[in-house]
């Protein structure tokens, strides 16, 4: 399983990868900046799991979602945002968002999120039966 991480703050990508990383300990962990680099690297590894900020330099990230949705129909995109509004959460559902979390309550609701996007063959370490 592969997991991308695109966001523009490098801090937030470096929380991102180790809290999923130590949940998801083995996986391909990768990260992008911005859009540019995010798209290059689905086209080129296909990731099961993409992290998404929706502020990025060069593109919209629920626009950036769309794309990926469209070209890996079977990639799920989980939103990571400080965007609280409703509007915004309802675009990124329908721009093909699996899951919305907001950066403020990350940890609490990323890894809940993410258990019910990726298959139950890849459960997060200490989630085994």
């Known amino acids: 399983m592969t997991i991308l991480v695109v966001d523009d703050n490098r801090h ?11 949940a998801y300990e083995g996986r391909e962990l990768l990260e992008a900046p911005d859009g540019a680099t995010a798209l290059a690297l689905c086209r080129e590894t296909q990731p099961d799991v993409i992290l998404m900020d929706i502020s990025l330099p060069d593109s919209n990230g629920i626009e950036l979602t769309q794309e990926i949705r469209t070209m890996l129909p079977a990639s799920k995109v989980v939103i990571v945002s400080c965007h609280r509004s409703t ?3 309802d675009a990124a559902r329908r721009a093909g ?9 990350v940890f609490a609701t990323l890894l809940p999120a993410l258990a019910s996007v990726i298959p ?10």
Not at 12 to 22: A, I, Q, T
Not at 97 to 105: F, I, N, P, R
Not at 120 to 129: D, F, I, R, V
Request: charged share 25%.
């Open 97 to 105: 968002a699996s899951a919305y979390v907001l950066k403020e309550e």
């Open 12 to 22: 937030m990508r470096r929380m991102l990868l180790e809290l999923v990383g130590g």
């Open 120 to 129: 139950a063959t890849e459960t997060p370490l200490g989630t085994e039966s």
């Open 87 to 89: 509007f915004s959460q």
